[in-house]
């Protein structure tokens, strides 16, 4: 990589059903200079979520879409290579949201945290459970969920960043906890090492035959990611006044048509059952007191994580379509350098 171009993955085409090669182009710009107050970051990781897809699209939604010809929007952790702020020096390790790109230049209110180079915590974890996925966890969780012990809380995407720590919290919370997810090894990692008390494949099993097994009670939380046929299956089952925290809806992301359903939405008013969807950011003032609990349930052993971590900024737009066929294995992020604490 030349120390004087800056390579950035730019919104070229908006997709029509999957992401494919024609909607993202890499290009080369010039190296920016840091104005007045400003700092030059390099990136170091750059997150991969579900939401790229919906960003890529001209629909209404919670940000403003990416504009065709705009950098790829995305959040990632980096250092500062040149500052003009007094606020910052070089070798600060800091986190934003400067998307798919080596270097951006920032104004100091562009970066969220500035994150520590002593501690033995690895750079992954910011941006996985001591970030925005463990602060998505922890309010959808336990501000809309509101588990009690002893009740049933499904999590669907349960092998995912967010869905992964959504069933330990649970658990931790005293609760049954069942995943869905789409592999026999990630039915495996949620039940044997995460301690799910169940876990159903939705690719080679019927989840409504599956949720009646492992939930004889009804079902009391949902934890929704997913969508579709599988919200379906949780509301045939759900119990009076359950709970959905609607978190994410991945199998219409990619959607050409218009997806029907939900059929048994009727069941929101028979079992008079809440639904809220969310987004993180609307918890971001209180995100201090979410990475101080998870911090201390992580160092207590009480949660584990796992992150996919790819190579190269240019293996980017190949990388998020594993979102998408599920063959991602934890947190998906790109190394776009070196990680100091590596």
């Known amino acids: ?28 710009a010039p190296m920016p200079e840091p104005g007045d107050g400003e700092v030059l970051v390099r990136t170091i990781y750059l997150s991969l979520d579900p939401t790229n897809r919906i960003w890529m699209s ?26 003009t702020n007094p606020d910052f020096a070089a070798g600060d390790l800091v986190q934003g949201f400067w998307g798919w790109q080596d270097y951006a230049v920032l104004g100091p209110q562009a970066l969220r945290a500035r994150l520590s180079k002593d501690d033995s915590t690895p750079l992954t974890a910011y941006m996985g459970l001591l970030g925005a996925i463990g602060c998505t966890a922890y309010f959808g969780l336990l ?17 995912g960043a967010v869905g992964s720590v959504v069933g ?23 039940t044997d090492d995460l301690g799910f008390d169940a876990a159903i494949n939705y690719k080679t099993e019927n989840v409504l035959e599956a949720l009646r097994r492992h939930c004889p009670d009804g ?5 929704e990611n997913v ?32 997806v029907p359903g939900p059929y048994m939405f009727r069941n929101i008013l028979m079992k008079r059952v809440t639904v809220k969807g969310f987004i993180v950011t609307d918890f971001l003032p209180r995100f201090p ?12 052993g009480k949660l584990d994580y796992r992150v996919d971590v790819v190579d190269g ?5 190949g990388a998020v379509r594993k979102l998408f066929d599920g063959s991602n294995q934890g947190k998906l992020m790109v190394r776009v350098s070196a990680d100091p604490k590596a």
């Open 219 to 223: 079902i009391d939380v949902d934890f």
């Open 1 to 28: 990589m030349s120390d004087t171009v800056n390579r950035q993955w730019r919104l070229k085409t908006r997709p029509s059903g999957d992401i494919d090669d024609d909607n993202l182009e890499l290009v080369e």
């Open 58 to 83: 001209d629909m209404d939604q919670y940000m403003p879409p990416v504009e065709i010809g705009d950098v790829m929007r995305g959040g990632t952790i980096g250092e500062v290579v040149q500052s």
């Open 313 to 317: 900024l240019e293996n980017a737009a």
């Open 289 to 300: 007191e979410a990475l101080a609990e998870l911090g201390q349930w992580l160092a207590a």
């Open 168 to 190: 330990q919290i649970a658990k931790i919370k005293g609760c049954r906890v069942v995943g869905i997810a789409g592999s026999d090894e990630k039915c495996r990692w949620i």
């Open 227 to 258: 969508g579709g046929e599988i919200l379906d299956a949780v509301l045939t089952l759900v119990n009076q006044n359950a709970r959905i925290a609607l978190c994410g809806l991945i199998s219409q992301y990619n959607a050409n048509d218009p």
């Open 143 to 159: 501000d809309i969920g509101q588990p009690k012990p002893g009740e049933t809380v499904v999590v669907s995407a349960a092998a």
